[in-house]
């Protein structure tokens, strides 16, 4: 075979244009993977055509793809790519599909701007998405099968979820183990995965492991357990509810807890952690579309967005940046390259009409400043707020590091354990038994507290407390609670304080972070990169209390705005101050509001 040539993109003619791969049939499995490159228009109503989800993988270990009626040119593409061209190619027929790595040209920075900003309508106007996990293993074999068993089960009706549901038992052991090892698969962790599947109607989805294929709503209600319970120990990505997390009342809202919902996604790209949420703001995408442009650099469009969210939801943005960073930006800015978990915020919503002054800049007492170092990329503008000092951090903990589920389990039972033990031999049990990080926190920083006051220290005092790991070992919801002491209510609530769900809230809040003591009364929970002297904060509009780092000229950086200070909840229900701070127990009522400027 002549050697080929390497394949040139020629322009896109339209602004609604794109590239299809139309693959050719071989009867050869091993055969080379032998295409053709052809440029149609979105708004043809005849286009027919199948998307890609996949993961681009590993880029160095390269294969190779033929391009042209004659084989004439070759394009290199990663072996994950490959693998999926192969899995889709067919025996007898041409198959006809939209990929990114291949039907935009990554080396255009123009192109790839302007096909990323219609993906979204790529993926809806697609009559099929195939979503490629990546190539079979003995453990995609056993869920596949189970799921082609599945497909064929007769329905019935449930009263529980008020639906049909598919009329098979809950799957055994060995499928639920299969699934647990699926969902490790890289694509459930991939940030454009939610917008493509967001964009794509669920009977148009299948999923594909090698050649195996189903329904993705079969494998969702598998996961299930085709009875709305979940079966597998760990969550289920966010993909497969995307929807939930939307809000009624405010687009805005909506993305706002979008991204706060896939913060442990990931991308190659930085920027894409953004881009890729733009089909889920239900609404004008104006301005998403401006966002979305790979001409500028990272800290640009991490600036842009923090005004744009900033513009409609205010300083409640700040609890987006739950660590600090050293990018070239101002510290209040989040920067989407961090992938740590924050606050669950699918409760928070706009109840109420923003009343932002684009003239000023201002949202209720909150404004952005610019300084003569921001004429150039924008990026350096302060942030003005209101706001009442909590105390200074005096002393900090260890580092909390989980490895896995199953560490964090071990963790969260000894916790348990030692909250059994009466009140005066706590510090006992733990000057003998050191054995976690947890219990070096306790040596550390919980001098003198109740065992009251440290469950909800470690039940990091969520706005719904309730479903805290801590709350319900103290309060057991199935117990009358009135006549038992909290040893009592633990030892009855221990298998229930230690479950899936509770480990997952006690993971993703203390994961990379510190207990901190406050002054002479509060404990905290504070990032890993906090420091002593670092200021407790309680800022006017904002959904946590922030973490501030004094700085030169009387102004503070921001190291946290997703902290956690014992017996303090921000919320804006000041009489005759709308938006101001409500004082919680502890604060001294002659506590002073003070104007700050975060940089």
């Known amino acids: 075979m002549a050697t080929s040539e390497p394949y040139k993109y020629l322009p896109l003619q339209y602004p609604d244009s794109i590239r299809l791969l139309h693959i050719r049939p071989s009867q050869d499995a091993d055969a080379p993977v032998q295409c053709l490159v052809t440029t149609q228009r979105l708004s043809d109503t005849w286009l027919n055509y199948e998307a890609l989800s996949y993961t681009w993988g590993d880029a160095s270990k390269p294969a190779a793809i033929l391009i042209g009626d004659n084989d004439t040119s070759s394009l290199t593409i990663t072996q994950n790519c490959f693998a999926a061209l192969r899995s889709l190619r067919q025996r007898v027929q041409q198959r006809t599909v939209w990929i990114d790595a291949i039907c935009i040209n990554q080396d255009d920075v123009d192109e790839r701007t302007a096909q990323v900003r219609m993906m979204d309508k790529i993926f809806s106007s697609a009559p099929r ?208 390259s961090q992938n740590t978990p924050i606050k669950q915020a699918s409760d928070y919503v706009h109840d109420g009409q923003v009343d932002y002054d684009s003239a000023t800049g201002m949202l209720g007492s909150a404004k952005i400043i610019s300084s ?88 990091r005092g969520s706005n719904k407390v309730r479903f805290g790991p801590l709350a319900l070992a103290l309060t057991g919801p199935r117990v009358e609670t009135n006549s038992r002491s909290p040893q009592q209510l633990m030892l009855m609530n221990h298998e229930a304080s230690v479950g899936t769900e509770r480990i997952n809230v006690l993971r993703d809040a203390w994961q990379h972070c510190r207990a901190v003591a406050i002054g002479d009364t509060f404990l905290g929970i504070a990032p890993d990169g906090v420091q002593l002297g670092d200021v407790a904060y309680l800022v006017e509009g904002a959904i946590s209390p922030c973490l501030l780092r004094p700085g030169p000229s009387g102004r503070w950086a921001l190291v946290s705005g997703d902290c956690y200070v014992t017996d303090m909840t921000p919320k804006p229900v000041w009489p005759g101050r709308p938006g101001r701070l409500i004082r919680r127990e502890g604060l001294p009522e002659h506590a002073s509001v003070e104007d700050i400027i975060i940089c």
């Open 129 to 336: 998405t195939i979503v490629y996990l990546g190539e079979e293993t003995d453990g995609s074999r056993t869920v596949f099968s189970e799921l082609a068993e599945a497909q064929g089960a007769p329905r019935m009706y449930s009263p529980v979820t008020g639906a049909d549901v598919i009329d098979r038992p809950i799957p055994c052991t060995a499928v639920v183990d299969a699934l647990e090892e699926l969902l490790q698969c890289p694509w459930f962790r991939r940030i454009w995965v939610v917008q493509e599947v967001h964009c794509s109607s669920s009977k148009s989805l299948t999923v594909m492991c090698g050649r195996a294929e189903a329904p993705w709503t079969v494998l969702h209600e598998c996961l299930l357990g085709y009875r709305d319970h979940r079966v597998t120990r760990q969550e289920l990505p966010v993909v497969f509810d995307i929807y939930r997390y939307s809000s009624d009342q405010d687009i805005w809202y909506g993305l706002f807890n979008h991204a706060i919902h896939t913060r442990a996604y990931l991308s190659t790209d930085p920027r894409d952690r953004l881009f890729a949420l733009k089909a889920l703001l239900d609404g004008p995408q104006e301005e998403m579309d401006c966002l979305i442009d790979y001409s500028k650099s990272v800290e640009e469009v991490f600036a842009e967005f923090a005004g744009i969210l900033f513009s409609r939801i205010g300083v409640q943005m700040l609890c987006l940046s739950r660590h600090p960073h050293n990018r070239a930006m101002a510290s209040w800015m989040p920067d989407w």
């Open 372 to 459: 003569p170092s921001s004429e150039t990329l924008g990026v350096y503008n302060s942030l003005s707020v209101c706001g009442t000092a909590v105390g200074e951090v005096n002393d900090i903990g260890p580092p909390v590091v989980f490895t896995d589920h199953g560490d964090a389990t071990r963790q969260w039972s000894h916790i348990i354990e030692l909250l059994h033990l009466p009140e005066s031999g706590i510090r006992d049990h733990l000057s003998a038994h050191p054995e976690s990080p947890f219990t070096e926190h306790f040596l550390r920083v919980a001098r003198g507290t109740s065992i009251q006051q440290i469950s909800e220290f470690l039940d």
